[in-house]
């Protein structure tokens, strides 16, 4: 399979990082709708990065999700319920994005939450150099209670329709078509439309990844706006 593109996107998104120059870690967002391929470009970012000799901290928000019983006082389908109560911003700032900003002291956890358990985590505090980059994927990354807190900001943009097919295919061990559909349907989806309705994402990302064929991504570079 060709994987140019793919290698090349990578590479540009390697050179991104590195034009960041602050005197602590460099933070990285990968935001992007459910199953648009955000965990696996993080991954793959990560891969370069420390084949670069750069030291990475990979992270995501699903390690940073209230406990269960918190997350769904509206209703397990609720699409604001999807937004404004399953993920744990206070901790995720407190633990890790302040400690690796300005002003930090880079002591940082990385997790606070196993979601296969569905327990609370206080994994042990790790001090990160100074070059460390910390890639960060999750939903919802750049709404305003996070969106100043990352130094580049990469968004995964796919057409909503094609990640319900992804995510029908992905969770086809653990759950029906019909229950997938619903999920994404009712909950996840009418979320994302409710994230670019109020925190307008894409106007604040610094690159921006088409990511409807993974092996053909196209991508664009934003003037960045606040």
Known sequence: MDRGPRDE?????????GSVTVVHPT?????????????TLADELAAVLRGQGRDV??????????PRARRYPRGEYSAEGCYFDTHDYGSL????????????????????????????LSPPVTTA?????????????????????????????????????????RERRVSSRAEVERRWRERYLPSQQLYFATARPTDHADIIVHNDEPQQPLWENRARTH
């Not at 580049?152 to 909503?160: D, E, G, K, P």
């Open 57 to 66: 901290i990979r992270a995501t928000i699903d390690d940073f999700l209230f």
């Open 93 to 120: 700032i407190r633990v890790l994005l302040d400690p690796l900003g300005p002003g930090g002291d880079r002591r940082f956890r990385q997790a606070v939450y196993d979601r296969t358990t569905d327990t609370v």
């Open 27 to 39: 933070r990285v967002a990968v935001d992007g709708p459910p199953a648009a391929g955000k965990t």
């Open 9 to 17: 996107l990578l590479g540009r998104l390697a050179e991104a990082v």
């Open 129 to 169: 150099p100074a070059d460390a980059v910390l890639v960060f994927d999750g939903v919802f990354l750049l709404r305003p209670e996070l969106v100043d807190r990352w130094e580049l900001r990469i968004f995964v943009s796919t057409a909503l329709e094609k990640t319900v097919d992804r995510a029908v295919i």
